[in-house]
């Protein structure tokens, strides 16, 4: 079964999630932009909008957008 079918199977119908997976090694040294395995993510409530991508570099910049995107004012 292809991973995002596997995930949109465990999130349902749930929206607002952000779900990031990292290795051992990585989660050994934190950091503020880790080097994701996985992420998948969902903020409309469509199995379309679910978004996984695999071995992301850093996610900073997109969490930083998200978060300022969605902040009031």
């Known amino acids: 079964m ?7 199977g465990i999130l349902g119908a749930a929206a607002g ?3 990031h997976v990292v290795t051992t090694e990585v989660a050994g040294t934190p950091s503020r932009a ?3 395995e996985l992420y998948a ?5 469509g199995p379309a909008e679910l978004e996984v991508e ?3 570099a850093a996610l900073l910049d997109r969490v930083l957008r998200e ?3 969605s902040a009031p004012g």
């Open 41 to 45: 993510g969902r903020h409309g409530r």
């Open 17 to 19: 999630i952000d779900l």
């Open 34 to 36: 880790p080097a994701l």
């Open 2 to 8: 292809e991973i995002a079918a596997r995930i949109a």
């Open 54 to 56: 695999r071995r992301v």
């Open 67 to 69: 978060t300022a995107g």
